[in-house]
């Protein structure tokens, strides 16, 4: 089965434009959820889709949005590019997203590193 | 607010003994934990979890031991092997309401000597 994938693997904006980033979840997963990581942060959480919809969010500016696709797919956005937008963005896709104390386990993909100049 | 902390940003072992690596919460709502280890330009894999309701889960080399009163887990690796070198970060996650998110320490880098 394959993991997932994200696309493109890097990427390099300049301040004020905006990015979109894609990742598609392992087969059968429906939970898409988000991440930033920066080296004085560490891994931040952005936002989760479920079914299409937002179901959860973490405490991000509204330049970071996004979306998921009826084949669980989803995008993310980051719009007027900052230089501390610059970071290793993350997409992790689970089976339904709530059974973590089941033993449901989130999966990541590689990642997408974005340079803002 | 921190509510995962990993307080150790490095840790280095020599190869065939045990490592441990700690992760402290704050949050006592917590109910699912979980290990990731990070090679550099790679996502993080998943390693083991462990939910509130256990103290203890083993699989493999890597165990994982949780300590509700305290609000700590560590995890172990016996024997520790070179490949093991990567950062390795805990994670929790609360409430089924919480649904697809995690909150992960800041990570430790476990450098396993040969």
């Known amino acids: 089965k394959a993991g997932v994938t994200q696309t493109p693997r890097y990427l390099i904006k300049t301040r004020g434009q905006q990015v979109t980033l894609s990742c598609s979840p392992i087969?059968?997963?429906?939970?898409v959820s988000w991440y930033q990581q920066t080296p004085g942060q560490g891994l931040q959480f952005l936002f989760e889709?479920?079914?299409?919809?937002?179901?959860n969010k973490g405490n991000f500016p509204g330049r970071f949005s996004g979306r998921q696709f009826s084949n669980s797919r989803s995008e993310m956005n980051v719009s007027t590019l900052e230089l501390g937008d610059s970071a290793l963005y993350l997409c992790?896709?689970?089976?339904?997203?709530?059974?973590?104390?089941?033993?449901?386990?989130?999966?990541f993909g590689p990642g997408t590193r974005l340079l803002v100049l | 607010d921190q509510q995962v902390k990993q307080n150790s940003p490095s840790l280095s072992v020599q190869e065939g003994r045990i490592s441990i690596l700690n992760c402290d919460y704050t949050n006592s709502m917590f109910d699912y934990f979980l290990w990731y280890k990070k090679y550099p330009a790679e996502g993080p894999t998943f390693l083991i979890s462990i939910s509130s309701i256990k103290d203890k889960n083993e699989d493999g080399r890597f165990t994982v031991f949780l300590n509700k009163s305290a609000k700590h887990l560590s995890l172990h690796i016996v024997p520790s092997q070179p490949g093991d070198s990567a950062v390795y970060f805990c994670?929790?996650?609360?409430?089924?309401?919480?649904?697809?998110?995690?909150?992960f320490g800041q990570g430790t880098e476990l450098s396993v000597k040969p």
């Open positions: 994670a929790a996650s609360h409430g089924w309401n919480q649904g697809g998110k995690l909150i």
């Open positions: 889709y479920f079914s299409e919809t937002q179901r």
């Open positions: 087969s059968g997963h429906r939970s």
């Open positions: 992790a896709s689970s089976l339904i997203g709530r059974d973590f104390f089941d033993g449901e386990t989130q999966y």
